[in-house]
């Protein structure tokens, strides 16, 4: 298992071995955006021209591979709900978002799921067995609210086990430069008790202060809801310490475009 990079239809994805079915995880490379926004932006509110907004998505439904009026999007809040979807909830872009949640899943096959980072932690789930998939944004809020046990048992309200179930977490940012107070501290410490230490390093000389791990805390969790940990994949990526390549919260103070993680369910993979 492992991330690897393509070129497709003139947009950089990164992608994982580990996942059988169509999907991505998105760059800042390959659109058609301008000045902060270049040159990918996914960001439908981030305050991009519309036009070259919907030729990046373009872009990107022909890079992986599907109808772009058949994508399910969301309002994400930063918690815990994921929200099973159909075809039926599949929207237009710049409409207004169907519902408010962090992750998606379906059984639906042809159906892309899509959600939004920068340097929040993308996570793709699949069981290639019983063709089931969810795509979920997990900022800190999300993880140590258990969207990762949501996201797990939504899959297995369709019938997927979680032996069967495949992970990949994707560029985000790292233990590297994720400095966080004692009080996400403390939530890490309440979502996993003291198996949140190795995934928390106190900062020298910088206070109450810490450097969060949450994708190694993600997998463990994972883990810990039945994956099997070669079902798992993580990248190494840190998006703040690339922010040429990837849009980052922090670098930018805000300023910025998305990048986007989508999967569809596909038996043809």
């Given at each position: 298992?492992?991330?690897?990079?393509?070129?497709?239809?003139?947009?950089?994805?990164?992608?994982?071995?580990?996942?059988?079915?169509?999907?991505?995880?998105?760059?800042?490379?390959?659109?058609?955006s301008g000045g902060i926004y270049a040159s990918l932006n996914l960001g439908e509110n981030?305050?991009?021209?519309?036009?070259?907004?919907?030729?990046?998505?373009?872009?990107?439904?022909?890079?992986?591979?599907?109808?772009?009026?058949?994508?399910?999007?969301?309002?994400?809040?930063?918690?815990?709900?994921?929200?099973?979807?159909?075809?039926?909830?599949?929207?237009?872009?710049?409409?207004?978002?169907?519902?408010?949640?962090?992750?998606?899943?379906?059984?639906?096959?042809?159906?892309?799921?899509?959600?939004?980072?920068?340097?929040?932690?993308?996570?793709?789930?699949?069981?290639?067995?019983?063709?089931?998939?969810?795509?979920?944004?997990?900022?800190?809020?999300?993880?140590?609210?258990?969207?990762?046990?949501?996201?797990?048992?939504?899959?297995?309200?369709?019938?997927?086990?979680?032996?069967?179930?495949?992970?990949?977490?994707?560029?985000?940012?790292?233990?590297?430069?994720?400095?966080?107070?004692?009080?996400?501290?403390?939530?890490?410490?309440?979502?996993?008790?003291?198996?949140?230490?190795?995934?928390?390093?106190?900062?020298?000389?910088?206070?109450?202060?810490?450097?969060?791990?949450?994708?190694?805390?993600?997998?463990?969790?994972?883990?810990?809801?039945?994956?099997?940990?070669?079902?798992?994949?993580?990248?190494?990526?840190?998006?703040?310490?690339?922010?040429?390549?990837?849009?980052?919260?922090?670098?930018?103070?805000?300023?910025?475009?998305?990048?986007?993680?989508?999967?569809?369910?596909?038996?043809r993979s």
């Open positions: 298992m492992a991330f690897y990079e393509t070129v497709s239809n003139g947009v950089t994805l990164v992608k994982s071995s580990l996942i059988p079915m169509r999907h991505a995880f998105t760059t800042r490379y390959g659109g058609v981030r305050g991009d021209d519309p036009e070259a907004v919907r030729e990046n998505y373009r872009r990107l439904a022909g890079a992986v591979g599907f109808e772009l009026d058949k994508l399910v999007f969301t309002k994400q809040v930063h918690g815990s709900c994921v929200r099973t979807v159909t075809s039926l909830d599949s929207r237009e872009l710049f409409a207004a978002p169907r519902f408010e949640c962090d992750g998606l899943a379906t059984a639906e096959e042809d159906l892309p799921l899509i959600c939004y980072t920068a340097d929040c932690v993308p996570v793709l789930l699949c069981d290639p067995v019983k063709n089931t998939a969810a795509a979920v944004h997990s900022g800190w809020r999300s993880t140590v609210a258990d969207i990762s046990a949501r996201a797990v048992g939504a899959l297995a309200a369709m019938g997927s086990r979680p032996e069967d179930i495949r992970a990949a977490i994707g560029p985000a940012i790292g233990r590297c430069c994720f400095e966080v107070g004692r009080d996400v501290a403390d939530a890490m410490f309440a979502w996993l008790g003291r198996e949140a230490e190795p995934f928390l390093v106190r900062r020298e000389g910088a206070g109450d202060k810490f450097l969060a791990d949450l994708r190694g805390a993600t997998r463990h969790r994972l883990i810990s809801l039945g994956l099997r940990p070669e079902n798992i994949d993580v990248s190494g990526e840190c998006t703040m310490c690339s922010p040429g390549k990837y849009w980052s919260h922090r670098v930018t103070q805000g300023h910025r475009g998305s990048q986007a993680a989508v999967i569809i369910p596909d038996r």
